[in-house]
């Protein structure tokens, strides 16, 4: 029997707040406090500016700069359909493009150093996107449609002003379904999610969704599995309860409710329930 995640208040604000530390920086794998990124070049940057986004590119990357232009706008096109925005965001989106790893890890975007197998963030409280330009074609748009669902989500969590207090609205809602949702939307299985979530089901290594609030406490290998967790999860509820309700989940986040509350309001069944179905 699984055991009930705890309710009391500061039970509730030990797992929000590392909820919140986790979606404030992304990117954090593998960071140290006081370190600071060694930067080897200077970035000569330009910038293209699309209906929705505002392209930022150095010389050597300019072709694929407008590759991921005209992408960038059709997936941007698709997601606020999928999201059914009575009105869109009206702020462009900062889009950073890096041509090499290498450079990417030297961003500053982000504070904290990028680990390996970061293929890509966006921050919250400017809504910024940064990605490495891989050399494949399938990734790079995979990527981007992941990172662009992010855009959408924190925009509908907070708003297009500044954003300070109203990040809080992060701890509220678990990890698994932010990232399972931009995996989903994104249509992100591959051969290599398929098996990493079997091996979870058959040797019993897959955690409740409960205890993928946040996924800070996995094995960096197993964060992946959060991911792909997540989207499964997605994937069963939309096929089973409807598409709609997921975008609806997100839209109905307040700090009123807890995330379990909304989502059995919009679902239909209690959170555990759908766990144990799912």
């Not at 961003?107 to 891989?134: C, D, H, M, Q, W």
């Not at 997605?234 to 409710?257: F, H, Q, W």
Request: proline residues 5%; glycine residues 6%; hydrophobic residues 40%.
């Amino acid at each position: 029997m699984r055991a009930r995640p705890a309710t009391t208040l500061r039970a509730r604000l030990a797992v929000m707040l590392a909820g919140a530390l986790l979606l404030a920086a992304p990117a954090a794998e593998g960071a140290g406090f006081g370190r600071n990124k060694v930067r080897y070049r200077p970035f000569d940057w330009s910038v293209l500016n699309t209906e929705h986004f505002e392209v930022y590119y150095y010389p050597e990357e300019e072709a694929l700069a407008y590759e991921i232009c005209e992408e960038a706008e059709r997936v941007w096109k698709t997601e606020t359909e999928y999201f059914r925005l009575s009105r869109p965001p009206g702020k462009k989106v900062p889009i950073f493009l890096y041509a090499t790893f290498h450079d990417f890890i030297q961003t500053n975007v982000s504070p904290e150093p990028l680990g390996e197998g970061i293929g890509g963030f966006t921050e919250a409280y400017k809504t910024r996107v940064v990605l490495p330009l891989t050399a494949s074609v399938a990734q790079r748009r995979h990527v981007l449609a992941h990172e662009l669902v992010h855009a959408h989500q924190f925009f509908l969590l907070y708003g297009e002003g500044v954003r300070s207090y109203s990040l809080y609205k992060s701890i509220l809602v678990p990890l698994w379904f932010m990232e399972g949702m931009a995996e989903h939307v994104s249509h992100g299985w591959d051969a290599q999610g398929e098996t990493v979530l079997r091996d979870a089901v058959l040797h019993d290594r897959l955690p409740p969704l409960w205890l993928m609030h946040s996924f800070n406490h996995l094995e960096p290998h197993d964060a992946y599995l959060g991911y792909k967790a997540g989207q499964s999860a997605l994937d069963y509820l939309g096929e089973t309860y409807g598409e709609d309700k997921i975008p609806a989940i997100l839209k109905s986040i307040d700090d009123a409710r807890l995330f379990a509350q909304v989502f059995a309001d919009k679902v239909g069944v209690s959170l555990t329930e759908f766990d144990r179905r799912w």
